[in-house]
């Protein structure tokens, strides 16, 4: 139980378009998510909290504008990278809460902005 | 804000060789969650610990949660090649949910 899958696993854009990443819970329903990047030889740095039929919860710093994140199902959590630089490229990946305190992670989302 | 040091940032031992990884706070947290990711993939969950001072058991891997809830400790026995990856330590202090990462403990482990 508790997984949680990624789409794309690995993106490729030209910079200024835009990107979508989804998150979704497969076996359990997940009233928040969470999305992470994480840069080469780093660990997790949060940049948002999902909530389930309301705005999301920026960390200080994270362009608010820039990440466009929806969390309109109980199962579907969306990243959209809007404008995206090469300074985007990063690795991707979202949690999902389960069971009141764990967070199950996702495979990660290469994205390359060149 | 609260920290989480973590500690060793690398370690690099031969296979059989034991080992201990420590995170330490000075923030009290109500759980703590220790993962693995390898290369390109996201974390997986190894262990949840909440009690202070719990002991879990994994196979080789022990996991202790200190008494005041700031600390904890993962120590691999007779480590295997396997075992290479990044471990994390993440602490849970109820507000959203949100876990406080560690810096991650960078393990190969030499055949």
């Known amino acids: 139980g508790a997984v949680v899958s990624q789409h794309p696993s690995r993106v490729i854009c030209k910079s200024g378009t835009s990107v979508k990443i989804e998150c979704r819970s497969l076996d359990f329903q997940a009233t928040t998510m969470f999305w992470y990047r994480q840069f080469p030889k780093q660990s997790l740095m949060l940049m948002a909290t999902?909530?389930?039929?309301?705005?999301?919860?920026?960390e200080q710093g994270v362009e608010k504008d820039k990440f466009l994140i929806n969390h309109a199902s109980l199962t579907l959590s969306t990243l959209t990278v809007t404008s995206a630089h090469p300074e985007d490229s990063s690795f991707y990946i979202c949690?999902?809460?389960?069971?009141?305190?764990?967070?199950?992670f996702g495979p990660g989302t290469r994205l390359t902005v060149t | 804000t609260q920290l989480l040091e973590q500690s060793p940032q690398f370690l690099s031992i031969q296979e059989g060789e034991n080992l201990t990884v420590y995170c330490n706070s000075s923030s009290v947290f109500s759980s703590l969650q220790w993962y693995r990711q390898e290369p390109g993939e996201g974390p997986v969950l190894l262990v949840t610990v909440v009690t202070g001072g719990e002991v879990k058991k994994l196979k080789r891997l022990t996991f202790q949660f200190g008494d005041a809830r700031k600390d904890s400790s993962l120590h691999i026995t007779a480590a295997q090649p396997g075992d290479t990856g990044l471990y994390l330590c993440?602490?849970?202090?109820?507000?959203?949910?949100?876990?406080?990462f560690g810096g991650g403990t960078r393990l190969m482990v030499k055949p």
């Open positions: 993440a602490g849970n202090n109820n507000a959203g949910n949100m876990l406080t």
């Open positions: 949690s999902a809460l389960s069971g009141g305190y764990e967070q199950y």
């Open positions: 999902s909530n389930e039929g309301s705005k999301a919860t920026y």
